[in-house]
Protein backbone atom coordinates (compact mmCIF):
# COMPACT_ATOMS: atom_id res chain seq x y z
CA UNK A 1 0.00 0.00 0.00
CA UNK A 2 2.94 2.31 0.96
CA UNK A 3 4.73 1.29 -2.65
CA UNK A 4 1.40 2.39 -4.52
CA UNK A 5 1.33 6.04 -2.53
CA UNK A 6 4.43 6.58 -3.83
CA UNK A 7 4.46 5.18 -7.03
CA UNK A 8 1.12 7.29 -7.36
CA UNK A 9 2.99 10.57 -5.85
CA UNK A 10 6.34 9.84 -8.84
CA UNK A 11 3.56 9.55 -11.28
CA UNK A 12 1.81 12.94 -10.28
CA UNK A 13 4.84 14.95 -10.17
CA UNK A 14 6.58 13.91 -13.77
CA UNK A 15 2.39 14.59 -14.85
CA UNK A 16 3.01 18.33 -13.49
CA UNK A 17 6.55 18.55 -14.33
CA UNK A 18 5.90 17.52 -18.34
CA UNK A 19 3.00 20.53 -18.10
CA UNK A 20 5.30 22.87 -16.94
CA UNK A 21 8.25 22.25 -19.60
CA UNK A 22 5.26 22.39 -22.28
CA UNK A 23 4.33 25.62 -20.57
CA UNK A 24 8.13 27.38 -20.74
CA UNK A 25 8.68 25.93 -24.26
CA UNK A 26 5.76 28.19 -25.28
CA UNK A 27 6.70 31.24 -23.75
CA UNK A 28 10.62 30.43 -24.75
CA UNK A 29 8.94 30.56 -28.53
CA UNK A 30 7.11 33.40 -28.32
CA UNK A 31 10.21 35.56 -27.16
CA UNK A 32 12.26 33.93 -30.07
CA UNK A 33 9.51 35.17 -32.64
CA UNK A 34 9.10 38.72 -31.00
CA UNK A 35 12.82 39.13 -30.73
CA UNK A 36 13.41 38.44 -34.66
CA UNK A 37 10.95 40.94 -35.68
CA UNK A 38 12.11 43.21 -38.47
CA UNK A 39 13.55 46.65 -37.58
CA UNK A 40 15.16 47.98 -40.07
CA UNK A 41 16.39 47.33 -43.41
CA UNK A 42 19.56 48.73 -45.44
CA UNK A 43 21.40 48.38 -48.69
CA UNK A 44 25.04 49.08 -49.29
CA UNK A 45 27.28 48.90 -52.27
CA UNK A 46 31.26 48.59 -52.55
CA UNK A 47 33.43 49.19 -55.37
CA UNK A 48 36.92 49.26 -55.37
CA UNK A 49 38.79 48.51 -58.92
CA UNK A 50 36.71 45.94 -60.61
CA UNK A 51 35.74 44.61 -57.22
CA UNK A 52 32.02 45.23 -55.94
CA UNK A 53 30.52 44.53 -52.49
CA UNK A 54 26.89 44.44 -52.23
CA UNK A 55 25.06 44.08 -48.33
CA UNK A 56 21.39 43.67 -47.66
CA UNK A 57 21.12 44.20 -43.72
CA UNK A 58 18.79 43.10 -41.73
CA UNK A 59 18.36 45.15 -38.20
CA UNK A 60 16.18 42.51 -35.34
CA UNK A 61 14.66 43.88 -32.59
CA UNK A 62 16.44 41.61 -30.11
CA UNK A 63 20.04 43.88 -31.79
CA UNK A 64 20.66 41.31 -34.13
CA UNK A 65 21.69 41.48 -37.69
CA UNK A 66 21.50 39.60 -40.51
CA UNK A 67 21.57 39.80 -44.25
CA UNK A 68 22.87 38.76 -47.63
CA UNK A 69 26.20 39.57 -49.18
CA UNK A 70 27.94 39.02 -52.71
CA UNK A 71 31.30 39.83 -53.34
CA UNK A 72 32.15 39.86 -56.74
CA UNK A 73 36.30 39.94 -56.62
CA UNK A 74 38.47 40.05 -59.83
CA UNK A 75 39.60 36.79 -60.77
CA UNK A 76 38.16 35.05 -58.32
CA UNK A 77 34.92 33.23 -57.93
CA UNK A 78 31.96 34.96 -56.78
CA UNK A 79 31.11 34.74 -53.40
CA UNK A 80 27.28 34.37 -52.35
CA UNK A 81 26.44 34.81 -48.69
CA UNK A 82 24.81 35.20 -45.64
CA UNK A 83 26.07 37.30 -42.35
CA UNK A 84 25.03 37.08 -39.23
CA UNK A 85 26.22 39.53 -36.40
CA UNK A 86 25.50 42.20 -33.98
CA UNK A 87 26.75 45.70 -33.60
CA UNK A 88 29.26 46.34 -30.43
CA UNK A 89 29.76 49.87 -30.22
CA UNK A 90 30.07 51.44 -33.59
CA UNK A 91 31.49 48.13 -34.65
CA UNK A 92 29.43 45.64 -36.39
CA UNK A 93 31.23 41.94 -35.66
CA UNK A 94 29.57 39.50 -38.33
CA UNK A 95 30.18 36.04 -39.40
CA UNK A 96 30.24 35.35 -42.95
CA UNK A 97 28.47 32.05 -44.28
CA UNK A 98 29.34 31.75 -48.21
CA UNK A 99 29.43 29.50 -51.29
CA UNK A 100 31.94 29.98 -53.88
CA UNK A 101 31.26 30.36 -57.49
CA UNK A 102 28.78 27.35 -58.34
CA UNK A 103 29.96 24.80 -56.28
CA UNK A 104 27.77 24.42 -53.71
CA UNK A 105 29.16 21.54 -52.15
CA UNK A 106 31.37 23.37 -49.65
CA UNK A 107 30.20 26.32 -47.49
CA UNK A 108 32.85 28.50 -45.81
CA UNK A 109 32.35 30.65 -42.64
CA UNK A 110 34.60 33.97 -42.10
CA UNK A 111 34.61 36.67 -39.74
CA UNK A 112 34.36 40.04 -40.68
CA UNK A 113 34.00 43.67 -38.97
CA UNK A 114 32.84 46.57 -40.13
CA UNK A 115 32.98 50.35 -38.55
CA UNK A 116 30.12 52.13 -39.21
CA UNK A 117 30.96 56.04 -39.88
CA UNK A 118 28.13 58.08 -40.65
CA UNK A 119 26.44 56.53 -44.01
CA UNK A 120 29.65 54.19 -44.65
CA UNK A 121 30.76 50.59 -43.22
CA UNK A 122 34.00 50.12 -43.78
CA UNK A 123 35.51 46.51 -44.14
CA UNK A 124 38.34 45.92 -41.50
CA UNK A 125 41.27 44.04 -42.08
CA UNK A 126 42.58 42.10 -39.03
CA UNK A 127 44.63 39.06 -38.11
CA UNK A 128 42.58 36.13 -38.21
CA UNK A 129 43.24 32.40 -36.51
CA UNK A 130 41.79 29.14 -37.26
CA UNK A 131 40.93 26.32 -34.19
CA UNK A 132 39.63 23.69 -35.06
CA UNK A 133 38.29 24.72 -38.35
CA UNK A 134 36.30 27.94 -36.83
CA UNK A 135 37.96 30.80 -38.00
CA UNK A 136 38.36 34.00 -35.77
CA UNK A 137 39.63 37.23 -34.83
CA UNK A 138 42.98 36.44 -33.04
CA UNK A 139 42.05 38.28 -29.67
CA UNK A 140 44.97 41.15 -28.51
CA UNK A 141 45.17 41.74 -32.48
CA UNK A 142 44.22 45.42 -33.61
CA UNK A 143 41.37 45.37 -36.79
CA UNK A 144 42.27 47.90 -39.24
CA UNK A 145 39.69 50.17 -40.50
CA UNK A 146 42.31 53.14 -42.66
CA UNK A 147 44.23 51.30 -44.73
CA UNK A 148 41.11 49.12 -46.49
CA UNK A 149 39.73 48.58 -50.01
CA UNK A 150 36.31 48.24 -49.13
CA UNK A 151 34.00 51.59 -48.10
CA UNK A 152 30.23 50.22 -48.37
CA UNK A 153 28.09 53.16 -48.95
CA UNK A 154 24.36 52.96 -48.54
CA UNK A 155 22.26 52.41 -51.64
CA UNK A 156 18.59 52.21 -52.46
CA UNK A 157 18.03 48.71 -52.08
CA UNK A 158 16.29 46.66 -54.88
CA UNK A 159 14.02 43.87 -54.98
CA UNK A 160 14.50 41.09 -57.64
Known amino acids: ?11 ASIGFQSCKKNQSEKVVKATEVQAEKLISVQC ?4 YQEDTIELKMNTLKNGKITGDMVMKIFNMPKKVGKIDGEFRGDTLFASYTFIQGTYDKIT ?10 GNELILGNGKI ?3 MGASFFVKGEPIDFERVKYK ?9
Open 44 to 47: YKAL
Open 129 to 131: GTT
Open 1 to 11: MKNLGLFCLLF
Open 152 to 160: LKTVDCITK
Open 108 to 117: YKNPMAFLKR
